[in-house]
């Protein structure tokens, strides 16, 4: 794909092209048609709001289903209407109709959604979606506006999704800043795994930033070198990589009580150490970045080849070995379906069993009919975002929240979450059909939402019902020079062992050492509880600002980068303030960080996720849920919008 100039805001988003096809043409990729977001975003692109019938608008309790729970029938309907509306626009030459007013778009929103409340959410989403291409969440600002010939220098650390992010508000604010980054590379996550079968859970027109939405992905879920290559070519379209300094690790981050400043200290390429100095620090070191392996007796002692799958061993040939996988979480249900044909035999070590959502088009490219009404149809790939932002983040949230009237019994949280666990339970029988002595094992017993919930085309199943695959559910009681000994004392010997067994993901900001003002120690002060307001401050750590930090993560599989933009507004508001006040830093009021986390951890409580005992990586060592967002995605945007100066201390020199 090649990243063309525009007239938008995204680098990759050419103008729309006129429409030349014929209706036959039409015709054919209206077949391709995801419909929920059709009638509406032709309703925007030609102002003819008629599209709008009462008759073929989704139903909200269906809305998650395909193509919303629209019937064939309506589904043809919609597609007629579509076609008519899509060739009068086309005979008008392709003339998008000025901008709706606001009321308009709410009416073209809700029906989209099929008729929630959307008001609250319309500045949200005009920002979210940039239908014309605006890049709404740029900081309105400069230094050189708001405090001419002050220098407040920044270090940003990590060069991943939201680094770059950070990185490219920065710049657009004038402030001096320097990314630093272990690897040799952006990306983060996308480069370090490339583990065969890796590939986003959330659809890409959403997992991509507003302001650099793609029209063209080639697949409705990208595989990791697809992303990689995104998020590469935002750092040079954005002019980030002159301000990287990659091979260079953090190692310390220390305040200082009378400089008020941050010392950096970093290990470089050649392995010396540097020190730098900067006015606040942006930690983008991710939640899923060092590896965990499981504390397993025995585990060095191993003979054989053995590596985790976020450090994939590209130069083993596993075909024709005997290899053992360890975990059943998210990367392992994505590499093990492609490894196990080529693979002699395979062990597949389960702990707990992941639900499963079942997702047809989950390896499959975007059809070429699909792919002209992006191009062609105005913002239909922004609604196609918005339908995708709101069946998989808000509008699916009451599915995973406890209702505590809920008369049940056994586990279950509540009438709607039972329902979904019925639906995936016949989706689990339906799939391991040919081997029904499996489906004990594989159908969790834990409700869905209390783990990470992932996405499945069948190739699960057809993983674990073949011949060379065995899934094993007894403990692991050690590992041997041999392989791996389970509980009932039986010896299971391996070639290879693969590490499916996620990441540190409780340990924030490890294992850099980060010291505040007092010399108070991050990680003496957390003790393996990590805790920030909004994710992004702690009190004591002035001008330390924390992306995708303690309680930003999300599980009814919206994006991330929904929440690494929201961070980094909300951050560069802080440096807004600090610059405005003439002050050197602000840090955040105890009373405050202390009050949100209650309700944090009041709200997860009532969540799936807090609810359930099931072991998970949402859980740190003292059983707190320290990931895990459980508000609306609303309230985090509304949080976020700018920091109220009631909330901070400014510090200023003596
Ligand atoms: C396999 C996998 C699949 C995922 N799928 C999804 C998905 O479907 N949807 C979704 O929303 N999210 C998903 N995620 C979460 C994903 O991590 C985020 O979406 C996003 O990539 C996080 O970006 P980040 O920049 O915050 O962190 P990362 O991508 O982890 O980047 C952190 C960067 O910081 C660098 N770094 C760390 N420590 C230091 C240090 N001390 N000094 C210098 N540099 C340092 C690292 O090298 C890395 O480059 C997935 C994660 C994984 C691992």
């Known amino acids: 794909m090649a990243v063309t100039a525009s007239a938008t805001s995204s680098p990759f988003v050419a103008a729309i092209e006129p429409i030349t096809a014929t209706d036959d043409e039409i015709r054919r990729s209206l077949e391709d048609a995801e419909i929920p977001p059709l009638l509406p975003a032709l309703a925007y692109a030609t102002g003819d709001l008629s599209l709008l019938r009462d008759d073929l608008r989704p139903d909200p309790l269906s809305f998650s289903m395909a193509q919303g729970g629209l ?113 040799g ?49 935002c750092a040079d379209v954005f002019g980030l990589r002159e301000h990287i300094r990659f091979g260079t690790e953090v190692q310390s981050a220390e305040w200082s009580d009378s400089d008020l400043r941050w010392t950096v200290r970093v290990r470089t390429p050649a392995g010396d150490e540097e020190v730098l100095h900067a006015d606040a620090v942006i930690s983008a070191v991710g939640q899923l970045n060092r590896p965990n392996f499981p504390d397993i007796e025995g585990r060095d002692s191993f003979a054989g080849e053995s590596f985790h799958s976020a450090r994939w061993r590209h130069d083993l040939d596993l075909r024709g070995k005997r290899v053992a996988v360890i975990g059943t979480g998210a990367s392992a249900v994505q590499f093990i379906p492609e490894i196990a044909p080529e693979v002699g035999e395979l062990l597949v070590f389960q702990r707990t069993p992941p639900w499963l959502g079942p997702t047809p088009e989950y390896h499959d490219e975007v059809s070429s009919g699909l792919q002209w009404l992006y191009a062609h149809v105005p913002s239909y790939s922004e609604f196609n975002r918005f339908c995708i932002f709101w069946k998989m983040g808000d509008g699916a949230l009451h ?79 050690e590992i041997t020079p041999a392989g791996i000994v389970t509980e009932d004392g039986v010896e299971h010997e391996v070639d290879v062992i693969v590490y499916g067994t996620g990441f540190h993901a409780s340990k924030f900001l490890t294992p850099m050492r980060v010291t505040g003002r007092g010399g108070l120690d991050l990680h003496e002060h957390w003790d393996g509880d990590a805790r920030a307001y909004l994710g992004v401050t702690v009190p004591g750590f002035p001008n330390l600002f924390c992306l995708y930090g303690p309680n930003t993560n999300i599980v009814v599989n919206g994006s991330i980068i929904y929440f690494s933009e929201c961070g980094v507004r909300y951050i560069l508001g802080c440096i807004e303030h600090v610059l405005r006040s003439g002050a050197a830093a602000l840090d955040v009021r105890p009373e405050v960080h202390d009050e949100f986390n209650e309700r944090v951890d009041a709200e997860n409580r009532l969540m799936a996720w807090g609810w359930s005992e099931v072991n998970s990586w949402y859980k740190n060592e003292h059983g707190r849920v320290a990931q895990n967002w459980p508000f609306t995605l609303l309230e985090y945007w509304q949080r976020t919008l700018r920091p109220d100066p009631a909330d901070f201390e400014l510090l200023r020199l003596a």
């Open 71 to 183: 019937s064939e029938v309506q589904q043809e309907r919609a597609r007629a209407l579509a076609f008519e509306a899509i060739v009068r626009f086309r005979d008008g030459g392709s003339q998008p109709a000025p901008a709706p007013s606001d009321e308009d778009l709410l009416r073209i929103m809700e029906y989209a959604v099929g008729g929630a409340a959307m008001a609250e959410y319309l500045p949200l989403l005009e920002e979210e979606l940039a239908y014309r291409g605006e890049d709404r969440r740029a900081p309105g600002w400069s230094v050189d506006e708001v405090a001419p010939g002050t220098t407040f220098e920044v270090v940003v650390i990590g060069a991943g999704m939201s680094g770059l992010l950070a990185a490219h508000r920065l710049q657009q604010a004038g402030v001096p800043f320097v990314v630093l980054e272990k690897n």
């Open 399 to 477: 599915s995973v929240r406890v209702d505590p009237d809920h008369a049940g019994g056994g586990d279950g949280i509540s009438e709607v979450n039972e329902f979904v666990r019925a639906m995936l339970t016949g989706y689990l029988s339906v799939s391991f059909a040919p081997r029904p002595e499996l489906l004990p094992h594989v159908v969790p017993d834990y409700p869905p939402g209390a783990k990470r919930m992932l996405r499945d085309n069948g190739v699960w199943a057809g993983a674990l019902t073949r011949e060379n695959v065995r899934l094993v559910t007894d403990g692991i009681r």
């Open 185 to 233: 590379d952006v990306g983060g996550t996308w480069l370090e795994n490339s583990y065969p079968g890796c590939r986003v859970d959330n659809p890409n027109h959403n997992y991509s930033y507003a302001f650099a939405q793609r029209h063209d992905w080639p697949l409705h879920f990208s595989t990791s070198d697809v992303l990689l290559d995104y998020f590469r070519q």
